[in-house]
């Protein structure tokens, strides 16, 4: 019997990769008066799948009827220049630079630091949950 399962595993990469990003969103509103700054990004949907047991990467099938995986965006939009670890990461050149090459948008960037955060938070409470589910079963209930 596993102690935590795969919701717990999931969650917790989710974590992790929300706190990689907060950093680099960090970075980026750092870097937003360097010239020529590329802003960086965290691929969250190739962060998770890379998470995943290889049986549950992919959608199966059974009638021809059935709606496919669609291609991660991502991989169509940006291209994929290195990575943190095991975590993807790539350079955002989606907004168009500033007189001095800048490319940190820092009003997108700002919002994207504050929609990570409620949702890492989030991820944090569902993990406090579980632990105290957990907490519960092994002191029955009592404490």
């Known amino acids: 019997m596993k102690l ?3 919701a717990y ?3 917790m990469r989710t974590m992790d990769v929300r706190m990689i990003r907060q950093s680099m969103l960090n970075n ?3 870097n937003a008066d360097t010239p020529n700054y590329v802003p960086q990004e ?4 190739g962060a998770m799948k890379a ?3 290889k049986e549950e990467a992919t959608l199966d099938g059974t009638n021809d009827l059935h709606i496919m995986e669609a291609p991660d965006s991502t991989d169509l939009l940006f291209n ?3 990575g943190y670890g095991e975590i993807p990461t790539y350079f955002d050149r989606t907004a168009e630079p500033g007189v001095d090459g800048n490319q940190v948008d820092i009003d997108t960037t ?4 504050a929609q990570n955060a409620l949702n890492y938070s989030a991820a944090a409470r569902s993990v406090a949950k ?3 589910i957990l907490k519960y079963v092994v002191t029955d209930g009592r404490g």
């Open 42 to 45: 965290v691929d969250f949907n």
């Open 28 to 30: 980026n509103i750092a």
């Open 110 to 113: 700002m919002s994207h630091l």
């Open 80 to 82: 994929f220049e290195g």
């Open 4 to 6: 935590f399962d795969a």
């Open 9 to 11: 595993q999931t969650l």
């Open 130 to 132: 579980k632990l105290s």
């Open 51 to 53: 998470a995943m047991p």
